[in-house]
């Protein structure tokens, strides 16, 4: 067939069309995307005031984020894979004040175990939370927003329950030891939350689970026909989340040496700001830890320098909400790209 | 080569629930083959992918793969060194370079880590072993639909399979890209791949294709060796009568009267250039071109899909704001756009809904929609159109490709456009439907509105009064009515067939 459109085609199309432009890879240079933020917020920051940078403060800062960090980076585990978990806020008070009220013997506690069970129970809560989650949302196919959702509700309204809207004084020593040790002089919490965030990094980057995380987020079916057992991940990353939520908890409880009836309440709309200030699309398979961890850092070293800079407490509220805003406007300049 | 078929379907019968999806159906392809499935929407085809692919289980009959009996359903390893598939939706995953889409789940690890070096050097050793000029480390969601698909092809053969499913692989494609993926599957099947390809478009089922298989309603019609079959022979296969020869076309249009729709200067960096042209009410004009050409991005910019820098668009006597789709609407624009699925149907909302989404503003008082108002206006449109449909209420994605295709355009059509531009309006579509589409394109014509189809798909272009070729963003080339097909492709390739 001369006459095939094929054929003039293909005598048409003599030179190749020549290779695509070689590529830097853009994923990283979003990850880096909040760098300059943070620089600019640092010397802004030491001009307010010279505290700023020094040793201690710096400590205090990264103190302070360490217990939200931790939820931050549960969720953007989850964000990878594709889902949201809302109930993390909650399991983040849930979890310690249930160790808190079955260990502590007095008041509207129970005591009915011993101290050292403590820190067990709070991961155990937080594999059960996690596990409940999955169960509804993997298992039986229920919206994963509005579960976490009504999870968070009641959760929260558990631990209102338990502890009679009190706070939870006198507990055992190792709950505490975590939230006031100091490990080569840096406190453990800052050393848990920087190996966990590097671990989860190498967790995401370089192992095939990780990598599955991310197919999942990108295009469940495409997973699956990879030969990727979508539910079996999407189970473990649930749960694990809860477990870094309930150690969280743990960090803060430890820190405060008391669990009060609204710990975490209001932490999950500044993780979800870090998170996607960070780069992690709420729409999965987008996003990394680093990204994450640069999104909470920042937006706590702007808390910091407001206080310093001696902003009366009352507009903290309001200036966090524009912060987190601005924020978003600078990544999304930075970054070049839209956000879901 | 071996003459054990590849593939020997025997008597399959699939059943879903009350619908008999196949009816004691045979298929055998031998290896090295290009074979060709070629069949009406319905006809089957899905179902015995899905059988081919161990997605399902025939309810009897027999299935041999190279002799052998098909594995169970859940030994997925067996059957992706047998089979693979490259469907029509992607099974890419955007945010991860092809590099690592290649080997998901299989990256080469030590000690738990993803060794990404041995990865790319791997991927890149695959891709260049299939001949495809892909850098591994690309986000794979920056790929063109022909790379994606290349890169789709390449993996399936890296599990080991040398029979490769293609359904549907040049309904999102370009002529040029059609040519180079018809270039790869040639060179492949140099190599000892066999390939089943399922299309809607004979000319293709001709230009690449061995031996054809088509089915009919569930049934296998018949086998034939392609060189031997005639085209009406085929086309009356699938349709069970034999086909219609295109009745000769009288042109409609009112060359006398004021234009319908003139475009003068048009540019848009860096799509296109000083495009000038007119429609006369009642005319009919193709704007062909290549992928790449710009024909769309004009049409885009006639719809207010997207504002050219500079350049004017009058529709009738007036000049819709550019940039703006209601202004298009309001002006008497109708549109099929591109891709039904991303910009023509909201697929969980009825076909009422969707047939009268752009009229709204006709359905009722002030803000308020009128449901009786809508469902009659959308009653009308769906017997105007045929549209086959158990009634208005149905949730669009419920129905069959041609039949969507139908909707989006009864939507179209709704306003009573004054100009109708069309996109690669079969796109997808059945032989009949894409008749059908067709036929309802020249009544809005022989009514007074003047027709703009931006296509590369000739049986498209075969009902236009004039044919204006782009290439490279400009229009190089008018053919009038009465062409040779060769013309057409030769000026949508920029080739002089005279020189």
Known sequence: MPESPTALRAEAQAAPAAGPPRRIAFARVRDFALVPGIVAIAVVGQLVNPVFLQYDNVINILQTMSEIALLVLAQTLVLVVGKMDLSLESTFGLAPGVAAWLTIGGGHSLGLLPAWAAVPVVLAVGVLVGALNALLIVRFGLSGFVVTLGMLIVLRGLLTGISGGQTFFGMPASMLYLGITLWAGVPASIWICVLLFAAGAVLLGHTR???????????????????????????IVLIGASVLAALGGLLLSGRLASVAAAQGNGYIFTVFAAAVIGGVSLNGGRGTLFGAFTGILLLYMIQNVLTLAGVPAQWIGALNGTIILVALVMSRITSGKRQN | MSTVPVVEARQVVKRYGATVALDHADLTVLPGQTHALVGRNGAGKSTLVSLLTGLSEPDSGSLLLNGEPAPGLSDRDKWRSLVACVYQRSTIIPDLSVAENLFLNRQETRGGFVRWPAVRRAAAQLLERWSVEVDVRRPAGELGVEQRQFVEIARA?????????????????????????????????RHGVTFLFISHHLQEVYEICDTVTVYRDARHVLTAPVAALPKADLVAAMTGENAVVAAERFSSARLGAPPALRVRELSLAPSYCDVSFDVAPGEIVGLAGAGGSGKTEVAETLTGLREADSGTITVGDRRPRPGDVPAALAAGVGFVPEDRHRQGLVPEMSVADNTTLSVMDRLGPGIFVRARLRDRLAGTMISRLEVKTP????????????????????????????????????AGVDVRSKEFLLGKVSEAA???????IASDELDDLRLCDRVLVMVHGRLTTLIPAGWQDREVVAAMEGVDLDA
């Open chain 2, 157 to 189: 053969l890296s599990f080991g399979a040398r029979f490769v499913i293609l359904d549907e692989p040049t309904a999102q494609l370009d002529g040029g890209a059609i040519t180079r993926l018809f270039g790869h599957i040639a060179e492949l099947q």
């Open chain 1, 209 to 235: 689970f990780g990598r599955s995380l991310y197919a999942i987020g990108g295009n469940e079916d495409a997973a699956k026909a990879a030969g990727i057992r979508t539910d079996r991940i999407v189970w």
């Open chain 2, 446 to 452: 022989a009514g007074g509105t003047a027709v703009l």
């Open chain 2, 391 to 426: 009634g208005p209420e149905l949730a669009v994605s419920a129905l069959s490709g041609g039949n969507q295709q139908k909707v989006v355009m009864a939507r179209a059509l709704a306003g009573d456009p004054r100009l109708l531009v069309l996109i690669t309006p079969t």
